[in-house]
């Protein structure tokens, strides 16, 4: 059964609640932005097939407004969000590196500080190199 494949689909059990989760692995939450849903699926594809992120989520278009070479841009964006290991967020990060359109692209890492026990089991089994 597919649901139970992937903890993160399974419905919550009535007075289910956050945990921390006390494990030598860490967790982060890694979010991009693509120029286009296409690249965002292209990262998104890769970082999974390398087992480097447990699972890519893609949304958009967003628009973004920032500062670049002087002017201030405004454009259609694709934001990517992964869930993995900590110990798999410097190879993620290359992997984003070398294989992104932008000169200098987005890659913000946030700790995951807690949260379902067997989804966070999911992620880091996820993460592992294929045997």
């Keep these: ?12 059990a ?10 030598a692995v860490g967790h982060v939450r890694v979010e991009i932005t693509a120029g ?8 998104a594809d890769a970082a999974v ?8 989520q893609i949304s958009g278009p967003i628009t973004s407004v920032y500062h670049w070479q002087g002017s201030i841009q405004a454009d259609e964006e694709w934001r990517v969000v992964f869930k993995t290991a900590d110990d798999r967020l410097a190879e993620l990060t290359e992997l984003l590196i070398d294989r992104h359109s932008y000169e200098v692209p987005e890659i913000i890492a946030v700790p995951i500080e807690g949260g379902n026990p067997e989804y966070l089991d999911w992620v880091t089994e996820s993460t592992r190199p294929a045997q």
Aim: charged share 35%; aromatic share 0%; glycine share 6%.
């Design 49 to 56: 097939e390398a087992r480097l992120a447990a699972c890519a």
């Design 14 to 23: 009535k007075g289910a609640r956050m945990t921390h989760v006390d494990s």
């Design 1 to 12: 059964m597919k649901s139970l494949e992937r903890p993160g689909h399974r419905q919550a």
């Design 36 to 43: 286009s849903s296409e690249e965002a699926r292209r990262l």
